[in-house]
């Protein structure tokens, strides 16, 4: 009687451990919403000079599953930074001035996950953006803001940890966008920029 117990509990743990180990690497769910905590720095040596090249970028993105790997999302970010800088008001001295720029990318993303452990999975992907910028540089007794829409695109990777219906993990991503134009100029500025951080979200 024990062996017949026995043989029965065997032959349930072997039916039964396919089933979990499926569970277990089902990728990111049918779809899943992650909030990022990311150190951005912009590439542009003008943004350099004014002390406005690096912030903590903050991010939330949602993403549906399209086949069985590949995943189509959005992301909407914010980065904000101070600081000062000498510049140049006309033909005078070089003055110190407040800077401050703020940056809002908008993204449309596709990526492809894969399952590399029975909790681990990786995914790669590429897409656009429309991401509004303000610089803003306050001198002596003026201020001079500007803002503009550019239109981008960005390639990254990310790696993840799940924990039930829950995953975190780390992320980098590359951004390049046009020139910022203030009031029709072309500023030869643009805002490219490379972020790495972290993610925690929940899939459903």
Do not use: C, H
């Not at 970010?77 to 005078?92: F, K, N, P, Q, W």
């Not at 703020?102 to 596709?110: R, S």
């Amino acid at each position: 009687m024990k062996k017949i117990v026995l043989l029965i509990v065997a032959l349930s743990l072997i039916a039964v451990s396919p089933v979990v180990y499926g569970a277990d690497t089902i990728l990111l769910g049918n779809g899943n919403v992650a909030l990022k905590a990311s150190y951005l720095n912009f590439t542009e040596g003008a943004l350099e000079d004014l002390d406005n090249d690096d912030a903590l970028y903050l991010g939330l993105e949602a993403y549906n599953k399209i086949t069985s790997n590949l995943y189509v999302g959005m992301e909407v970010g914010y980065a904000r930074t101070d600081g000062s800088a000498r510049i140049v008001l006309g033909e005078m001295e070089p003055v110190k001035a407040d800077t401050e720029l703020t940056f809002v990318p908008i993204e449309l993303n596709l990526k492809y996950a894969l399952d590399i452990a029975p909790r681990l999975v990786a995914d790669m992907g590429a897409g656009i953006s429309y991401s509004w910028m303000k610089e803003e540089i306050s001198g002596p007794g003026q201020s001079s803001p500007g803002d503009d829409w550019l239109w981008g695109g960005q390639i990254f990777a990310a790696l993840n940890y799940k924990i039930e219906r829950f995953f975190m993990g780390i992320n980098a991503k590359y951004q390049f966008t046009e020139n910022f134009e203030i009031r029709d100029f072309d500023t030869d500025v643009n805002a490219s920029n490379w972020r790495i951080g972290g993610q925690i979200g929940i899939m459903f």
